[in-house]
């Protein structure tokens, strides 16, 4: 294998479509936070009730992998600062919500920043194996917080492999170094930050540079030869200021995206290479640095196959344009548990989940998975032993039809105002998929008005519902607006 024939073979992305508008938390919090002003401007990607890191993850991946053989993945990789679970392999659930191959390694990285980044580089430093990195983070701050502004929700994947890669890497350096600009520990629900200036000064200023001028060094190449750089942070002006010490050309400098969507954590530095590599012609350098208890910077180059390889269906660019802007500051608030609702008896109904049953029907409630009769073809979900098809009732003739990557339309639909949901009403009805099948399930991302009988729907990966009483969520599919 030649080194030109392994690398990144694409690069997928998922943010959020609610943008929650700075300027109205600004004005919610401005009698106590004044300051927060000069923050109070574009918008940044909010999660939905019923989603998180996992979910977010297995949109970015899908985009990423479209319509690729799933089944030559060998590792899959989830970094995130915000993992739902600290004692279950958050991967897992990605995996089987691709319905990726059993036989492949999956592994959680998380505890900096730089989680994205170092799963990559580690993908590229990795050898031939066909990996997956996906990053995703949906990080909590306290309301009225220079964080509430500056953060934003949103997930990036990256498939790195032997083939036609669409970039190469030249050169990768990490610095290892205990400073200290924010944590959290394992029993507070929101990032501490130190001063700015501090942050600035001596930890994007000093050891971004010495971890850049390595990499270049390792590389051979001239700071004046790099076109696109990378650099996450949320401090003002902070990428010119590192390009400038850095030498790197003022017009090579990305924007960060912060005015459209946030810092979305972990995800970002993928994010935004993910940007770079749509906008990169053949040959062009990509500089990719992440800051966080040191640095990572990643030096690429962009090959003859950034130009014809094929487009991920969103892509970064998709998914910025995918979008709606959300001025309900108060229900941001209440999806994030800050502010505490009484919601009220039917929110109460204890759900405990039988693990056993998930287990044996994984495929069937976390990948999607139905059954196609072989005697006479229909199509029907959940399989079962007898086909549905009322002149067939063939016993046991059904094969594994999955119904995640297919489309469909809304036959019937009902707002349901009784039941509970974070927020109401409860929007579900059937689904008739094209090539066959139906399904009566939960949608998302409706409003009144904007749902009628025919309307195309695409199915996405959500959280189901949660049992708060042990601690558990659960995932299945939803339904919502293609």
Known sequence: MSTSDFGILACGAYLPRSRLQRPVVYAANAWFAPGLKGLAKGERAIANWDEDSITMGVEAARDCLGARDRAGVARLVLASSSLPFDDRLNAGVVANALMLPSNLRALDFAGSQRAGSSALIDALDGGAAPTLVVAADARKAKAGSAQELHYGDGAAAVLVGSGAPIATLLAAHSETVDFVHQYRMHDRAHDYTWEERWIRDEGYLKIVPRAIDTVLKKAGVEAGAVAHFCLPGT???????????????????????????????????????????????????????????????????????????????????????RRREDGNYLRWLSFNGVLELERGMRAEPDKPTPLTVLYRNRDMIQGLVGGKCRACGTVQYPRQRYCVNPECNALDSQDDYPFAERSGSVMSYTADSLTYSPDPPTWFGMVQFDGGGRMLLDFTEVEAGSIDVGLPMRMVFRIKDQDPLRGFQRYFWKATPA
């Open 235 to 321: 401090l003002a002006r902070i990428q010119a200021a590192v390009a400038k010490r850095c030498g790197l050309p003022d017009a090579s400098v990305r924007d960060a995206l912060a005015s459209v969507c946030g810092d979305t954590g972990v995800a970002h530095p993928l994010l935004l290479l993910g940007a770079a590599l749509e906008a990169a012609k053949p040959g062009e350098l990509i500089l990719l640095a992440a800051f966080g208890e040191g640095c990572d910077a990643l030096l690429l180059r962009a090959t003859d196959a950034v130009a014809t390889a094929p487009r991920p269906a969103a892509g970064v660019a998709g998914a910025l344009a």
